[in-house]
């Protein structure tokens, strides 16, 4: 029953085949990311009518696409839906103006495992983070597993969706936030002041923060590793550093 329950939430966020696809395209429909295998003919319109709309496309070869339409015929094309609406940055910095707070802002920089931005997303909305940054190219997206993974979070926290996150973080500055970049090479977080504005960046899961990203922050902060262990996971790490946001915040 659990099988089959998952398999029909599945089914609802997926649309198989050229066709389909085209018409949801044509019809405006809430469409996330496309996987593709080819160019030409209708696999060209598709990318054409994708690029219009913003909408992002992955390569895909015909494993993945027979694994994202559980077997279903594909025709080399397979668009996701996506579960929520994305905001834009300016949404996000509106919620800590009509709470009257200093913004705190959590921007993921190329999270790609749906779960760790899932478990992102539950931590910032208990934390009391105004939103969620993502880019549109190498990061998961607000897909089912990420809902899932959130605990229903990801209905509550506004998650902004970028084509360029330098030029967001510029914006972001613009506009009251220092930017807290998270890496080994850092200071302590628990000596770090948070009780101004925040963007907290968080790191992709192999690689840590993009250089590009780097060079944009004003901070480098970074967890004590007591162990042989020297990382920990994405999600665990950006949980500690929201608390520790939230702990300064609530002393004030």
């Known amino acids: 029953m659990e099988k089959e329950k998952i398999s029909a939430e599945k089914s609802a966020n997926i649309i198989c085949g050229r066709n389909p696809v085209i018409e949801a395209l044509k019809s ?20 054409r009518l994708a690029k219009d709309n913003g909408i992002v496309v992955k390569d895909a070869d015909d494993k993945k ?32 103006r009509r709470k009257g707070t200093k913004p705190f802002i959590i921007i993921c ?7 760790n931005l899932g478990a992102i997303i539950r931590t910032a909305e208990t934390s ?20 899932k993974t959130s605990a ?22 613009e506009n009251g936030v220092w930017i807290y970049g998270t ?11 948070f009780t101004d504005g925040v963007g ?27 162990g042989k262990i020297n990382s920990l996971n994405a999600s665990v790490a950006a949980g500690i550093f929201m608390y520790e946001v939230l702990r300064q915040r609530r002393s004030m």
């Open 28 to 47: 405006g429909a809430n469409i996330d990311t496309i996987y593709i295998n080819g160019n030409g003919g209708s696999l060209g319109l598709i990318r």
């Open 65 to 96: 696409l027979s694994r994202l339409s559980d077997g279903a015929s594909h025709q080399g094309v397979v668009a996701e839906g996506a579960c929520g609406e994305y905001v834009s940055v300016e949404d996000i910095l509106e919620v800590s």
């Open 128 to 147: 009391g983070a105004d939103g969620v940054i993502i880019p549109k190219r190498r990061s998961a997206s607000l897909n089912s597993t990420v809902f």
């Open 200 to 226: 907290l960046v968080i790191g992709s899961e192999g690689f840590g923060m993009s250089q590009i990203i780097q060079k944009k922050c004003d901070f480098m902060i970074k967890l004590p590793m007591l």
């Open 152 to 173: 229903g979070a990801a209905s509550y926290v506004p998650v902004a969706r970028v084509s360029n996150l330098a030029a967001c973080i510029d914006t972001l500055k």
């Open 109 to 115: 920089d190329e999270i790609e495992d749906p779960h």
């Open 183 to 193: 890496d080994a090479s850092g200071s302590d977080y628990s000596s770090t002041d």
